[in-house]
């Protein structure tokens, strides 16, 4: 990914969403060729010369202090998710200390984690990375993304990849749309805290020459990252699903994220996820069966 052009791209669209008039700028008489403010109003407001931030705008963000960086996201009325971006896309251009090893997110998860994931009873729970592979993933986790798993055997079960490239994700996802903006936002977001992740770049390549869909969203460069919030599914199994989910970031895992799906008793999705739960049990004790050799399995108890 081009830095620079990152860099660009993000500052230009998000003064494009800012119209004069919420920060307080006269617009009587003058005839205006792009949309939001232009590039001198943004550095009026953050206190800096046009000519500066003219250089910060075209990929020179990586030179300016943490003050300046700052005075720009306020001019920018940039949120928290935002702001935090603003400052990896500079960090990401400065040099690396030689001394200072990349972190790599895990390929698999601790032992203990993955006990944590099967002592949650009734509740499909899963670990995902940065660039949103399920990492691993509870009985009824699995089973809630079955979908995910019906892909190539040989890839990683991928949100991003089901959502742009498989279609039965618009029929799986009741608000696919929202689903997708949420993806991409998300994969922005790592993109300025990671932009020398290999496995990002692959998939944002990917992404980017096989969807058009995906294009377009990308090209926005919206960023944020939801940690709670409420997914609907037309699950082929069980039908509709209306499911509560917590993101929680793993401190001794770095890069990846448990997420925890509840539904609220009462509700036709409880009863949904529970005859789900049941139907993973099932299945899993079929399967446990199919393991068990034949000859043991139809072989007669010895007398005590």
Do not use: C
């Not at 003219?54 to 998710?81: F, K, M, N, W, Y």
């Not at 892909?151 to 009741?174: C, E, I, K, V, Y």
């Not at 990002?200 to 980017?208: D, F, H, K, V």
Request: hydrophobic fraction near 45%.
């Amino acid at each position: 990914m081009d830095q620079r052009r990152q860099i660009q791209e993000f500052l230009a669209s998000r003064r494009a969403r800012i119209s004069p008039e919420s920060v307080g700028l006269p617009t009587a008489g003058r005839k205006r060729r792009v949309p939001g403010l232009r590039r001198e109003e943004v550095a009026s407001l953050a206190g800096v010369s046009v000519d500066y931030y003219i250089r910060l705008e075209r990929g020179a963000l990586p030179t300016a202090s943490d003050a300046v960086i700052e005075a720009v996201a306020r001019a920018l009325q940039l949120d928290a998710v935002e702001r935090a971006h603003l400052f990896d896309l500079a960090r990401a251009g400065r040099q690396p200390s030689p001394a200072t090893p990349r972190r790599v997110a895990p390929a698999t998860v601790a032992a203990p984690v993955q006990a944590v994931l099967d002592a949650m009873i009734g509740v499909p729970a899963l670990v995902r990375n940065a660039v949103l592979d399920v990492v691993t993933a509870n009985d009824l986790g699995r089973a809630l993304y079955g979908e995910l798993y019906r892909g190539d055997p040989q890839r990683t079960p991928n949100f991003a990849r089901f959502a742009f490239l498989d279609p039965r994700s618009h029929d799986f996802w009741l608000d696919w749309q929202q689903v997708a903006d949420d993806i991409v936002a998300s994969l922005h977001a790592a993109a300025g805290a990671d932009p020398h992740n290999p496995a990002l770049t692959q998939l944002i390549g990917e992404l980017s020459t096989r969807s058009e869909q995906f294009r377009q969203l990308w090209a926005r460069h919206d960023v944020h990252v939801h940690t709670r919030g409420v997914k609907r599914m037309r699950h082929p199994v069980v039908g509709l699903l209306e499911l509560r989910f917590e993101l929680m970031y793993l401190s001794a895992e770095p890069g990846l994220a448990l997420a925890a799906y509840t539904a609220e008793p009462g509700t036709p999705s409880h009863d949904n996820l529970s005859l789900l739960a049941a139907w993973t049990a099932t299945q899993r004790r079929e399967s446990d069966l199919a393991d068990i050799p034949q000859a043991e399995a139809t072989a007669e108890p010895r007398p005590q």
